[in-house]
């Protein structure tokens, strides 16, 4: 065996601990998302990734000139 990389364990050094238990929903089943929720929310999930968050305004007073 003559490979140049070294064999890697890709096992993790800790195991994953169990999902929560507020993971798992208890009581009626979820209602399914109408066709018209589904595209507005494409819509704005696509505009979230398009465009940067607005910033707030920041003034060039400083704390003092602004409470005159």
Do not use: F, I
């Not at 195991?15 to 494409?42: I, K, M, Y």
């Amino acid at each position: 065996m003559s490979s140049t990389q070294p064999d890697v364990d890709n096992a993790l050094a800790y195991p994953e601990p169990p999902a929560s238990p507020l993971w798992h929903r208890s009581g009626p089943p979820v209602r399914p998302l109408t066709p018209e929720q589904q595209r507005r929310n494409r819509e704005l999930l696509v505009l979230a990734q398009r465009s940067p968050r607005p910033r707030s305004p920041c003034s060039t007073k400083t704390l003092a000139e602004a409470n005159r």
